[in-house]
């Protein structure tokens, strides 16, 4: 246990937290007191990104917490970098500056994009340094995935993806499952689209449990094996997305929830030609 919420076992011994707290989407100038917030609610599992833009914030709010650096689990993640193996170091190096940190515990390629294979390379390096505990992916599709796994030596310990009640990726879980991959959803309220807090099944269910949907669906995702990092800006509401620990869905439930899966994303699809010249064209300072 961290604190009160389980952890997990990646495939390299290193344990993360199940649930944890990520800042996606939040400025630089409220992300120090928000993580603060966090810290202080109980989450220990801390997510961001180079792309984020607020890497520095939250150090400023690990350091000002005063919680042991053992105790804490920090993720960031290297956006697509124009020359690979070249610059993956110096962005590593950046990353970990301005989170004023000696190491991470996790680190990311952030998109299935660029020279990702040089990338790996170079973070097979900063494992192997114990400058990064873990290192994964992040929205790789199996098919990627695979190729990856099959002409590296060090098999990533997670990929984050988006996951969510309308887009489940159970294949994809299984997959990544069978080859020693963690599940990491991000997205996981699916940022309120298709009416998903007044969604039927899900408020069914939360009244049965005296819960939310939003601690329904985080539930769900953790009786599932998933690790989910929730974005709150509210203490009241960090304090409620992290007390999903005190109830179990039922197997009925988890089918219902089941039905509720399109397989197709909400934001966009990596596989779509524009989204990885979107991506692919995106500097980031």
Known sequence: MTGTIPVVTLSNGVQMPILGYGVFQIPA???????????????????TAASYQNEAAVGRAIRASGIPRSELFVTTKLFIQSNGEKTTRQAFETSLARLGLD???????HQPFGDYYGEWRVMEELHAQGLARAIGVANFYPDRLADLILHNRVVPTVNQIETHPFFQRQADQDFMTERGVQIESWGPFAEGRNNLFTDPVLTGIASAHGKSVAQV???????????????????????????????????????????????TSLFFDHRDPEAAIRLGSRIID
């Open 29 to 47: 100038e409220d992300a120090e007191q928000a993580v603060l917030d966090a810290l202080d609610t109980g989450y220990r599992l801390i997510d």
């Open 103 to 109: 190491y991470l515990d996790l680190y990311l390629i």
């Open 217 to 263: 669906v985080l539930r769900w995702l953790t009786q599932r094996g998933v690790i989910v990092i929730p974005k709150s800006v509210r203490k009241d509401r960090m304090t409620q997305n992290v007390d999903i620990f005190d109830f179990e869905l039922t197997p009925d439930q988890m089918a219902a929830i089941a039905t509720m899966d399109t397989v």
